[in-house]
């Protein structure tokens, strides 16, 4: 079946670090690809998406693009800062039909920013 | 504004018991989900709902049962209540379509003891 999976974490980085957070997956046809972001204590929300092949979602300093020959949609962002820290989720949603935005999450990342 | 609402966001009951953790939307969205949140499993689907009368069983909907009686409300039952379901709730609705943005509420706590 349809699967995304996600790096281990958790990842501590120190403010102004390189952050790439690698995400495959695993799906018949064309799904669309999604990161969402949980902050302590919060519900998740979304962060960026792409919904085809080669597509870049960027949002918040932060980037992702659609990789269909290696199934792939890594998130980077140049410069973390501390108000970064918090959970990442990968997430895709199947492409067949009655879907209707039933996602399938990764088991997320834990990021941790140091000053 | 239009949000989600999920109560209560805490709870504490003993096995058996029956137990519902309430949602509500306001943005008048078609597509209604309950997922838990565990550590080493992420997000797991339990059940969702396409519209009105309409409920679909996810990957670990058994011991758990909703309805969907008008748009804005998915109630997520735990007939009784077992120690494997102390998790966080989340519930989560979106108007439609595969590329749709799912909008998630602040989550519910449930610990069985």
């Known amino acids: 079946g349809d699967s995304v999976t996600q790096m281990e974490g958790p990842v501590t980085l120190s403010e102004e670090a390189f952050l790439t957070i690698n995400c495959t997956y695993t799906a018949t046809g064309y799904p669309s690809l999604f990161w969402y972001v949980q902050y302590p204590g919060e519900g998740l929300q979304l962060l960026l998406k792409a919904t085809k092949a080669d597509d870049k979602g960027s949002n918040k300093g932060f980037e992702a693009t659609y990789r269909k020959e290696t199934t792939s949609f890594h998130l980077e962002k140049g410069s973390v800062q501390v108000s970064d820290s918090a959970v990442y989720f990968c997430?895709?949603?199947?492409?067949?039909?009655?879907?209707?935005?039933?996602?399938?999450f990764g088991k997320g990342t834990k990021l941790s920013v140091k000053p | 504004d239009a949000e989600i609402t999920q109560s209560p966001r805490h709870k504490i009951t003993e096995t058996g018991r029956q137990v519902t953790l309430a949602c509500h939307q306001t943005?008048?969205?078609?597509?209604m989900f309950w997922y838990r949140q565990d550590l080493g499993h992420g997000l797991r689907l339990i059940h969702y709902s396409y519209g009105v009368q309409d409920t679909n069983k996810g990957e670990v909907s058994d011991g758990y049962s909703v309805s969907r009686s008008n748009t804005e409300d998915l109630p997520l039952t735990l007939e009784s209540a077992a120690s494997s379901q102390t998790s966080v709730y989340f519930c989560a609705s979106s108007f439609g379509g595969r590329a749709g943005e799912l909008f998630f509420g602040e989550g519910s706590r449930l610990t069985v003891l």
């Open positions: 943005w008048n969205h078609n597509n």
């Open positions: 997430a895709l949603s199947p492409p067949y039909g009655g879907s209707q935005g039933n996602l399938i």
